[in-house]
């Protein structure tokens, strides 16, 4: 049985990529404590499609 928590697990999604035209994206998963950090979670992360470090952006 899972235990129940604050931490919930949460899409990142890259903003550069949209604009660029390329197909395919550039998501990570990861997770955060709803409770310590309600607003939404953004990062420099690694896009593989772009070759370089763009902000990825939580998504619902």
């Keep these: 049985m ?3 928590g604050n931490r919930i697990q949460v899409i990142l999604e890259c903003t550069e990529h949209k604009d660029s035209g390329l197909p395919g994206t550039s998501r990570y998963v990861t997770t955060k404590n709803k409770k310590n950090s309600p607003d939404r979670l953004e990062f ?3 896009n593989p499609i772009l070759k370089k470090m763009t902000l990825h952006k939580e998504i619902k």
């Design 2 to 4: 899972a235990k129940k």
């Design 44 to 46: 420099k992360k690694f």
